[in-house]
């Protein structure tokens, strides 16, 4: 599992970010670090306590490190210098709240560290696409989709195997938001499978049913049916967990 380091001005704002991040994740979670303040309650950044940070969730897989502006960013980069530890390093471009949010997640779900940042820099796409704005680039999409990202829930059905899919519908008051998605990702982790998930009100999809931000941009709401088609070893029994935790509402009904 890779390791998250977030730095930031603000030491309330880093753990209240973090704090929301593991509020998410329900089973085994990343290792964290904190470097935020500059030290006697002072606003500002320490590059010598970023690295501290870095060397000490630093693991095989890969750190990533989570910034929040200006100087926050000019201390990571020093601090690459000054760390003992050997593991790869990337400093993301990922939005601070949001950004944290996803790496957590992600990385609890044991996600490769090119995973972690793709999930952690893509994290205000929904928030975008769902106020209007540019339209999302592709996230964590599968291996065959319309040229245009979209697929109809048949055309999903068609290309899964013969039994191994799903139409399952949302009744969650609030639809498929943050949490009852990061409890999908987090889950799957624990099966050699792989799910997609299309939401056929809106035809958007298929997305990847391990990625906590391709799962948001679908915009499902209470009512929308979702088709989630399955592959792999163990398809069939990560096909019925997904349709446990949508039928009872993510423990959330």
Excluded: C, W, Y
């Amino acid at each position: 599992m890779i390791g998250v380091v977030v730095v930031s001005h603000s030491p309330a704002l880093a753990h209240a970010a973090v704090d929301l991040a593991l509020q998410m994740v329900p089973g085994e979670k990343p290792a964290i670090a904190i470097a935020a303040g500059a030290g006697e309650g002072l606003i500002g950044t320490d590059a010598t306590a970023v690295s501290a940070a870095i060397d000490e969730v630093a693991s095989p897989e890969g750190v990533l490190v989570i910034m929040d502006l200006g100087s926050a960013v000019m201390s990571a980069e020093m601090a690459l210098d000054f760390r003992s530890s050997e593991a790869e390093v990337r400093l993301s471009s990922a939005p601070f709240v949001e950004g944290i949010l996803a790496a957590v997640v992600t990385a609890a779900g044991g996600g490769s560290l090119d995973d972690v940042d793709r999930e952690a820099r893509g994290a205000l796409e929904p928030k975008i696409s769902m106020l209007g704005g540019a339209p999302a680039p592709e996230i964590a999409t599968p291996d065959v989709a319309a040229p245009d990202g979209t697929a109809s829930a048949a055309s999903v059905a068609e290309r899964a195997p013969a039994g191994l899919s799903a139409d399952l519908t949302i009744i969650n008051s609030d639809g498929l938001h943050a949490r009852p998605a990061a409890t999908l990702v987090s889950t799957l982790a624990g099966f050699d499978a792989k799910l997609t998930v299309v939401n056929t009100r809106s035809g958007t999809g298929p997305v990847a049913a391990n990625s906590l931000i391709g799962l948001l941009s679908l915009g499902a709401k209470s009512g929308d049916v979702l088709t989630v088609a399955a592959s792999g070893a163990q398809a069939a029994e990560a096909l019925a967990k997904v349709t446990e935790l949508v039928t009872e509402g993510f423990g959330e009904v």
